[in-house]
């Protein structure tokens, strides 16, 4: 029976009728407190200290547990971390990476050719041509930040520690083309489950082509390429105006071109790139730079002709299972439209686009990454 306390008349009427049980109850209570009191106290004492000293046992493994798993994460951690590092490489040049004979000027047999990895678990192998002058660290930001696996090469040469190394004297635009199919083809071998993506920033999307008359050429040494992005590759003279200039230039007396070269920005940002560019190609072997430069220019036809840059991008698509794109920045929006009318011609669409950025922004991690991904996604 559930009695409700708000009902004094019944409550009272309760305890008057159980009083005599009530009071032997608590007599009887009195007492064995009074008998047992010492026994009760150290029950009391022991059932305190245990649970206490439970609580503090399980909270002491929760710790334990907690704080060996926050260490495994973190040596976890550390570890990918190690593994997605950006780590310094170099390819043996051997006599076989050549199907022709070299020049005897080319001394390569027995020098390396150096690249930057970061690996992933990523099925997509991104391989990166930097710039005339330049070299693989100019791609480190979108390394660092790009999901796929990616490999930077550095030009024969064209390393800043290899600046005075009597052993890397300047060699030709085709030996050059010869080392990175054979660094493709040995990245190829290494990984060969993954889709290979090749990107060339500027002349380095000038050596694509060149690779791809190689690979025609040549097919038995042509890799699976699955897609390429070119960034600013040239179309003629017309855009070389920084290339053109370091082919004349003097690696004896070479301060009055770079100079020359410091001017020919029209706007701040130019000015701050070409500032940059000149400091970082300042450090390398600038005689190299020159042969460099100089075969570039005669491999490309005069001013206002764009037939040339055409078929070459035909046969780069030859060779490209996959998709090819080709971004230009606003330094070409003046032939832009005369380029791609004459690429449709061809049968060429849904490869050129414009940008709305400078030459050097093509580099930038947060642009390069999204561009790559646009173009793995088709």
Same mark, same amino acid.
């Given at each position: ?33 009074? $008998? ?6 150290? =029950?009391?004492?022991? @059932? ?7 609580? @503090? ?5 929760? $710790? +334990?547990?907690? %704080?060996?798993?926050?260490? +495994?994460?973190?040596?976890?951690? *550390? ?7 950006? $780590? ?13 004979? /070299?020049?005897?000027?080319?001394? $390569? ?21 930097? #710039? ?21 090469? @550095? ?5 800043? +520690?290899?600046?005075?190394? #009597? ?5 030709? /635009? +085709? ?30 999307? !000038? =050596? ?31 855009? =070389? ?16 071109? /770079? ?10 940002? &130019? ?23 100089? !075969?570039?220019? &005669? ?12 078929? *070459?991008? &035909? ?13 230009? %920045? @606003? ?9 791609? %009318? ?11 686009? /414009? ?15 999204? &561009? ?5 996604? *088709?």
């Amino acid at each position: 029976m559930i009695i409700d306390p708000s009902e004094p008349g019944r409550f009272s009427a309760l305890l008057t009728r159980y009083r005599p049980a009530l009071a032997a109850a608590g007599g009887l209570a009195g007492l064995l407190i009074g $008998v047992y009191s010492d026994q009760a106290r150290s =029950m009391i004492g022991w @059932t305190g200290s245990h649970v206490l000293a439970g609580g @503090t046992l399980v909270a002491l493994a929760a $710790v +334990a547990v907690f %704080s060996l798993a926050w260490w +495994a994460r973190g040596r976890l951690e *550390r570890s990918r971390a190690r593994g997605r590092a950006i $780590v310094a490489r170099s390819f043996d040049i051997h006599p076989d990476d050549f199907d022709d004979d /070299l020049p005897s000027d080319h001394a $390569v047999i027995g020098r390396e050719l150096r690249y930057l990895e970061r690996r992933t678990s990523s099925s997509h192998l991104v391989v990166l041509l930097h #710039g005339l002058g330049l070299d693989a660290s100019d791609f480190r930001p979108f390394m660092n930040a790009a999901p796929q696996h990616t490999v930077g090469i @550095t030009t024969f040469g064209h390393n800043t +520690a290899e600046a005075t190394d #009597g052993r890397y004297r300047a060699i030709g /635009l +085709a030996t050059h083309a010869d080392l990175i199919s054979g660094a493709i083809n040995n990245l190829s071998r290494q990984y060969p489950h993954k889709k290979i993506t090749l990107v060339g920033f500027s002349v380095g999307a !000038d =050596m694509l082509f060149r690779l791809a008359e190689l690979w025609t050429d040549h097919p038995d040494r042509r890799p699976p390429i699955s897609s390429a992005l070119l960034l600013d590759p040239n179309i003629n003279h017309s855009t =070389m105006i920084i290339t053109g200039r370091m082919a004349r230039l003097n690696p004896d007396e070479p301060l009055a071109e /770079l100079l020359r070269v410091a001017h020919t920005p029209s706007s701040l940002i &130019e000015f701050q790139n070409i500032c940059e560019y000149l400091h970082k190609i300042s450090e390398k072997d600038l005689d190299q730079i020159r042969r460099y430069a100089a !075969d570039l220019w &005669e491999y490309w036809e005069p001013d206002g002709r764009y037939d040339l840059f055409v078929r *070459r991008l &035909e046969r780069l698509q030859s060779v490209c299972r996959g998709g090819l794109r080709v971004l230009f %920045s @606003t330094h070409f929006e003046h032939h832009f439209n005369d380029v791609m %009318s004459l690429a449709r011609q061809r049968g060429l669409r849904q490869v050129f686009d /414009l940008r709305r950025v400078d030459h050097f922004e093509l580099l930038r991690e947060t642009f390069l990454t999204h &561009e790559v991904d646009t173009l793995l996604r *088709r």
